[in-house]
């Protein structure tokens, strides 16, 4: 049990760091790798247990004209293992490319909010330096009186 909880401290640290390294090309780069994956796999396994797509080449474009659900329709599986394959395909194309988007964007809309926090942070510290500012001089104004 502790193990696993030190294999998850683990990686979820290593995520962490891997967050906060994140650029736009790495994002995109990041979300064509899961697209690619995706299609690669299915394109492996759809050779294996289809024989009418001929070739990888062409196992591989049907992934990812599925993973990206175009849908040519020039390339299909005929075999129900096939049809199977492909759509297990499309239902993790139309989630796990939104899901990888949505981390993106999710993190770089944190990012944003803080760098908002920080600078109302400083201007609230310098509002209220001003106001210090004015309320001693009203006391020295009223004193003096």
């Known amino acids: 049990m502790r193990e696993s909880l030190g294999v998850a401290s ?16 790495r994002a995109v780069r990041m979300v064509a790798t899961v697209a690619l994956s995706l ?29 990206t659900t175009v849908r040519y329709g020039d390339v299909v599986p005929e075999t129900t293992t096939g049809r ?6 499309m239902l993790v194309g139309i989630s796990a490319i939104p899901i990888a988007s949505s981390l993106v964007v999710s993190v770089f809309l944190t990012r944003l909010q803080a760098k908002q926090y920080e600078r109302d942070a400083a201007d ?22």
Do not use: H, P, Y
Request: charged fraction near 25%; proline fraction near 0%; aromatic fraction near 6%.
């Open 84 to 89: 199977l394959i492909a759509s297990g395909l």
């Open 10 to 25: 683990r990686l979820e640290d290593r995520l962490q760091r891997g967050v906060e390294r994140l650029t736009l090309f």
């Open 39 to 67: 299609a690669v796999v299915a394109a492996i396994l759809e050779l294996i247990v289809d024989s009418g797509i001929n070739g990888f080449g062409n196992a591989l474009w049907w992934g990812i004209v599925t993973v």
């Open 124 to 145: 609230r510290a310098e509002l209220i330096a001003r106001l210090e500012r004015i309320e001693q001089a009203l006391v020295r104004g009223t004193e003096s009186r």
